[in-house]
């Protein structure tokens, strides 16, 4: 497993953009895939996106084309540009690492979680 720290959260205006940074510790971060997902209340943790070890990415619908995921394996640190906020993009955002070179939709590929970030989009 590997340690992961999410940062860069906060309270933003519908349409402003975001960056979120996932810093994850120990030196195999390179070939783990990572996935970004987020839970609002009383919902349903859910995926936003995943990156392959090879930069590979994968969204999911009411995301595309808004947000982006990029990894930098020197800086061991994942990133989620959200561009165009709207309001129900408001959640506690996490980070996820699995040790393999894919990345997956599902929550329960990941082994290692981060402690979340909250991001608040006010209309």
């Known amino acids: 497993q590997v340690q992961l720290v999410e940062s860069g959260g906060g309270l933003v205006q519908a349409g402003d953009s975001l960056r979120l940074s996932c810093a994850a510790s120990?030196?195999?971060?390179?070939?783990?895939?990572m996935g970004w997902f987020r839970q609002a209340p009383g919902k349903d943790r859910e995926f936003v996106g995943t990156i392959s070890s090879n930069g590979g990415t994968s969204y999911a619908d009411s995301v595309k084309g808004r947000f982006t995921i990029s990894r930098d394996n020197a800086k061991n640190t994942m990133y989620l540009q959200m561009d165009s906020l709207k309001p129900e993009d408001t959640a506690n955002y996490y980070c996820?690492?699995?040790?393999?070179?894919?990345?997956?939709?599902?929550?329960?590929?990941?082994?290692?979680w981060g402690q979340g970030t909250q991001v608040t989009v006010s209309s």
């Open positions: 120990g030196r195999t971060f390179s070939t783990y895939a």
């Open positions: 996820a690492a699995r040790p393999r070179s894919q990345g997956a939709i599902s929550a329960r590929a990941y082994d290692s």
